[in-house]
């Protein structure tokens, strides 16, 4: 029996995937059961949803107990998470407060980041989380720091570009080696038990203050396409918005839009996938009900034409558009 949901459980679903915090998620889905009409065919959506809720305010229970943890375990909002890496005055703090909507302390002398500073990018349709740590030298803070970095989808590296960056570069990497995160470079068979590798992004900041084009050029010859490094000058602005396009590429994830037959789709709420997502996992995104009953789906965008149908192995490109069939 079909569900034949109403359009108010549609813009409730729409809320829902808009919300960022717990409570908000819980009120959507709340409103859309509330909505849904109670016959056979939305039996299995509603017990979906009902399990959703209870797993969401069990989030919220054990969020409440360890509320008084550390500054160091910070939830992921938005499309990604990205931390910010560097060593003292490598301008850090100018860089988050360019990009976001953060307002850190900025001082010439070192160590004017203590805490954690977590601020929004902007990225067209989506944000992403900018979190600032104080600097990687900071010993005090070693353990707490290494654990947030290994939970994050990548770091942003700043390299003072005005100084000796090679050398910075290498003292980087080997202080994030230290608490077992690794770069691209390492090979899978040589990271120990417990390590991690990591996606990043090399900035080398301060480029109005240098000849830096040199740097850049040693750097890329040193470390070909393993490493990225993007220059960039926080008081100038000069390599923003390449800067802001490297961060999406860095943390490998598309966006993806829905619509329903005969409809316009919904180009305000892209759905967040992981860099080579299929159709099924789009459908597992929406609901479980979805992939279990997908049978195939037409796509604008990356397909060969307009409305193509395709099946559920069909890998999806930043940009597509969805019409999901059932």
Same mark, same amino acid.
Not at 59 to 75: N, V
Not at 147 to 163: E, F, G, P
Not at 186 to 191: A, P, V
């Given at each position: 029996?079909?569900?034949?949901?109403?359009?108010?459980?549609?813009?409730?679903?729409?809320?829902?995937? #808009?919300?960022? *915090?717990i409570p908000e998620k819980i009120a959507a889905l709340e409103a859309m059961l509330?909505?849904?009409?109670?016959?056979?065919? !939305?039996?299995?959506?509603?017990?979906?949803? !009902?399990?959703?809720?209870a797993q969401l305010?069990?989030?919220?229970?054990?969020?409440?107990? !360890?509320?008084?943890? /550390? %500054?160091? *375990?910070?939830?992921k909002q938005g499309a990604a998470q990205v931390i910010l890496v560097g060593l003292p005055n490598s301008g850090k703090s100018s860089i988050i407060s360019k990009l976001t909507n953060a307002t850190p302390e900025i001082a010439d002398y070192p160590y004017t980041t203590s805490v954690p500073v977590i601020g929004m990018m902007e990225y067209e349709?989506?944000?992403?989380?900018?979190?600032?740590?104080?600097?990687?030298?900071?010993?005090?803070?070693?353990?707490?720091?290494? #654990?947030?970095?290994?939970?994050?989808?990548? %770091?942003?590296?700043?390299?003072?570009? *005005?100084?000796?960056?090679?050398?910075?570069?290498? %003292?980087?990497? $080997?202080?994030?080696? $230290?608490?077992?995160v690794? /770069?691209?470079? =390492?090979? $899978?068979?040589?990271?120990?038990? &417990? &390590?991690?590798? =990591?996606?990043?992004?090399?900035?080398? #900041?301060?480029m109005d203050m240098t000849e830096g084009e040199d740097h850049v050029a040693v750097l890329r010859k040193k470390y070909g396409d393993v490493l990225k490094f993007v220059p960039f000058s926080a008081r100038t602005l000069v390599g923003r918005e390449e800067l802001k396009n490297s961060i999406f590429d860095v943390v490998e994830i598309i966006r993806v839009y829905t619509k329903v037959p005969g409809k316009k789709p $919904?180009?305000?709420?892209?759905?967040?996938?992981?860099?080579? *997502? !299929?159709?099924?996992?789009?459908?597992?995104?929406?609901?479980?009900?979805?992939?279990?009953n997908l049978r195939y789906a037409r796509i604008w965008g990356s397909a060969k034409f307009d409305g193509?149908?395709?099946?559920?192995?069909?890998v999806l490109q930043d940009g597509d558009v969805v019409e999901i069939h059932i």
């Open positions: 029996m079909p569900a034949n949901l109403p359009p108010q459980y549609f813009e409730a679903e729409k809320e829902y995937k #808009n919300a960022k *915090s509330a909505i849904m009409p109670h016959h056979k065919g !939305t039996d299995k959506l509603r017990a979906g949803l !009902t399990r959703k809720i305010r069990a989030q919220e229970e054990t969020k409440r107990k !360890t509320r008084k943890g /550390s %500054l160091f *375990s910070i939830d349709d989506i944000q992403i989380q900018l979190i600032d740590l104080p600097p990687i030298e900071d010993e005090v803070r070693r353990l707490p720091f290494y #654990n947030l970095l290994r939970t994050a989808d990548a %770091l942003l590296v700043i390299v003072d570009a *005005s100084q000796d960056p090679e050398i910075d570069v290498q %003292l980087i990497l $080997d202080c994030l080696e $230290d608490g077992k690794f /770069s691209p470079m =390492k090979r $899978d068979e040589d990271i120990p038990v &417990g &390590g991690v590798k =990591k996606k990043m992004l090399f900035v080398l #900041n301060k $919904d180009m305000k709420a892209p759905f967040v996938l992981q860099r080579g *997502s !299929t159709v099924l996992d789009l459908a597992r995104e929406i609901h479980h009900d979805f992939a279990e193509q149908t395709v099946q559920k192995d069909y």
